[in-house]
Every structure is written in C-alpha cells, then in structure tokens.
C-alpha cells in the first residue's frame, strides 16, 4: 500500500508531509483549490451522546449547546485565570461533536474531557489512529466525500457572541478558503494512492503553516505559551462568545475585554528576506535596545515573502521598525499591528486600511 514517502518529491517527517519540492508553488495550488493537504499533525477526538453539546458547551469558550448540523465553529478551554490550555475545531454531524485538535495536544485534551464527564451522557474517544485530517478549500475537501465530517475555518469572520480586535480593512484572512475533511482508512489511502499516480496535487504542512501565517489565524500548538489570553492573539473573533454560560477561566475573559487590555498583542511581521535568514520561534523581538516580546510563528510567504507573528507587550509602540535577535544576527523587521494597545475596553472604533502587501509597495 502506497504511503506519503512514495508520493513524488514528497519530504516526510514525524509530522507528516512537510512538502513535495516547492512550498511557494504548493501554496498557490492550494489557494486556488487544485491541491490538497495531508495534515499529519491533527489527530481527531470524537464526542457522542446526547449530552455532547450542552456538556462541551459548559466546559468552553464557544456557545454549542444550539450547534446545529453541519456548522463549523471552534472552542477554547482555558484554566481559571482565562489563559488557553486547549483549542479545538468543531463540528457536529447531528449524532457526534468532532473535534479536530493538534495532534500533540490530542491526549492531554481527551484526557481532560474524560475526566471531566461525570454522570452525564457523552462518550469522548481519540481517533488519532484510525481517521485523518486532509485540508484545502471547501469545494476540495468536500469532493473527497459524501459522509465525511467538514470542518470549514470561520476565520476571519466575527461568530455569534464574538469581538474582532484588528482594525484594518480588509482583513488579510478575508479571501483565504480553508477546511479541514475527516477521512477515513479506506479514504485517505486513495487520497495518496492517487497522488502517487500523479491524479492529485498534494500540498505540505509548510505551504499550509505559510497560509495561516499570512492570515494572522492564530494556531495553539505554535501561538500559545503558558501566558497566553485568547484577547491577545485576536482569537475573540471566532473561538469566544462573550454572552454565554458560565465556563472556566470566564471572568478573567470578560474583565480583560470590558474594563482592561491584554497584557501582550500580536503583531503581523514583514521580515528582511535580502539575507535568507529565517528566525525561530521563540526569537527574541527588539525595539531599539529594549526586548518587548518574541515571535511565535515563521512563515516564507509566496506573495509577502518572509513573514511572522509575535506577541509583545501591550505598550510596545505602534509602527516603529523592530529587530529580531536570530541565531544569525539581527533580522530587520517591519510591523503591522493586529491587535491594538488600546484593545479591551473600547468600542465603536473606526476602521483602517490594510497596509499594501510588500510586492504593491516596491
């Protein structure tokens, strides 16, 4: 039976593919819907019962109690003081909530849920091992299958019950089109039997990460450390209701949103790509002499070239050009706010333009 490794080209680790000779070029095809991504570093927790919405529902960030069919949504579970421990994507197919989860996070989220069910109806199962995670546009997952669960990424769109931090218009997440398919044995084998033959374009992790990356989609298993408050990575939008049920870690949400500012904010980076020097996560970020935060994700862009995000502190200032201290020297930097110093309690705020991207500017 054919595996990723025979695919052509194909550059494999133990994530999964990371991409099959062109990354940039990957990126294009998955944009326009001609490729698809085995996501080998997703792994699937499913939760049966009848219980199963109202249960998560009292346990997380997101209202899904009412989730209906179909709807694709994603949840927080934070500790008390409202920092993010687990993200999940969701979607429920009327008799099962699928949870699509980093695969690292994948035991210690089933782990907890488990613990967490006490005497109500729901059945939680890690399926890490038997279904697979296959992305790309909605109309490319969706061919794969008649049955198979969809998850479709509501980022960067405002849900029911959400707040949007960022300011600029348009968002640069706006036009991306990505979902997740839930395959699987039988279906993901065909999947790469068919790349093996040369009938479907596939498409690495790296070229994916790059898509995210360039849409300020915050992502847990790479964004988050052990600080991190779902305001600070603009993450209200789409994984918060701010008008539901009680859930842990809730007041510390709503305070920071309604009488204070996150303590950090993301910030969009343009890196100096003249030197093909890429930092790494967890990079130390500069203004003039002072360190005010560190990057968290890196990405080569096919459009935008080197980019990255980084969490600083709140009263970094705004617009100044930033240096990331690299295992090579100084990278130069130019920022693009994504979350305000003055968000939390504010509202009514006017919207700005987007910054044009680097090849409209040279």
């Not at 968002?171 to 991306?176: A, D, L, Q, V, W």
């Not at 209200?236 to 809730?250: D, E, I």
């Not at 080569?300 to 705004?318: D, M, S």
Request: hydrophobic share 45%.
């Amino acid at each position: 039976m054919a595996t990723l490794a025979d695919v052509p080209g194909a550059v494999v680790d133990d994530r999964g593919l990371r991409h099959v000779g062109s990354p940039v070029a990957e990126q294009r095809r998955l944009a326009s819907g001609s490729a698809l991504a085995p996501l080998g570093d997703r792994g699937v927790i499913s939760v049966g019962g009848e219980d199963r919405r109202s249960w998560l529902d009292s346990l997380s960030s997101q209202a899904l109690t009412h989730l209906a069919a179909g709807v694709s949504t994603e949840m927080l579970i934070l500790d008390p003081q409202g920092r993010v421990e687990h993200a999940a994507s969701v979607v429920d197919d009327g008799e099962t909530s699928w949870l699509i989860v980093d695969r690292a996070d994948v035991e210690a989220l089933a782990g907890w849920l488990t613990r967490m069910r006490f005497r109500l109806r729901v059945e939680v199962k890690d399926r890490s091992d038997d279904l697979f995670v296959v992305g790309g546009t909605r109309e490319a997952v969706s061919a794969l299958s008649a049955v198979a669960p969809v998850w479709v990424d509501p980022w960067p769109d405002v849900s029911p019950g959400g707040w949007a931090y960022a300011r600029v218009e348009p968002h640069p997440g706006s036009e991306r089109d990505w979902a997740e398919a839930i395959l699987d044995a039988a279906e993901f084998d065909r999947v790469i039997d068919s790349a093996v033959r040369g009938e479907v374009a596939l498409a690495g992790l790296d070229a994916v990460e790059a898509l995210r990356v360039a849409a300020w989609r915050p992502r847990v298993g790479v964004d988050a450390d052990e600080r991190l408050l779902p305001h600070e990575m603009d993450w209200l939008r789409t994984a918060v209701h701010l008008s539901k049920g009680c859930y842990r870690g809730q007041e510390t949400v709503a305070k920071v949103h309604n009488l204070g500012h996150p303590p950090r904010r993301v910030v969009a980076l343009q890196l100096d790509g003249s030197d093909n020097v890429l930092p790494q996560r967890g990079d130390e970020v500069r203004a003039g002499d002072a360190v005010i935060g560190a990057i968290t994700s890196v990405a080569v862009h096919h459009e935008e070239g080197p980019i990255a995000l980084a969490l600083i502190k709140r009263t970094a200032p705004e617009g100044v050009p930033l240096v990331v201290e690299t295992a090579d020297g100084p990278l130069a930097a130019a920022q693009e706010t994504v979350v305000p110093a003055d968000a939390g309690a504010t509202a009514s705020i006017p919207r700005l333009p987007r910054l044009g991207r680097r090849r409209a500017a040279e």
